[in-house]
């Protein structure tokens, strides 16, 4: 058998100097469970509020009397 004259060398896998980005956590709404980057997607937060100002004002009117 002939021997090669070079030697055979492993392909090793070279250092990536890539910039990798922050881990972006990536939440689900905790009411519709649509993914987004907020705990609560903008629509239900709306929602929310919407809620609590409309039972605000019937407390108010409510207990509001002569």
Known sequence: MAK???KKTE????KKTEETKPF?????CLIC????????CERCKLVVQAEALA???KVEKGS???
């Open 4 to 6: 090669p004259d070079k």
């Open 11 to 14: 392909a090793k896998p070279e």
């Open 24 to 28: 972006e956590e990536r939440h689900h």
């Open 33 to 40: 469970g649509k993914p987004g980057p907020e705990t609560i």
């Open 55 to 57: 039972e605000k004002r």
């Open 64 to 66: 509001g009397g002569p």
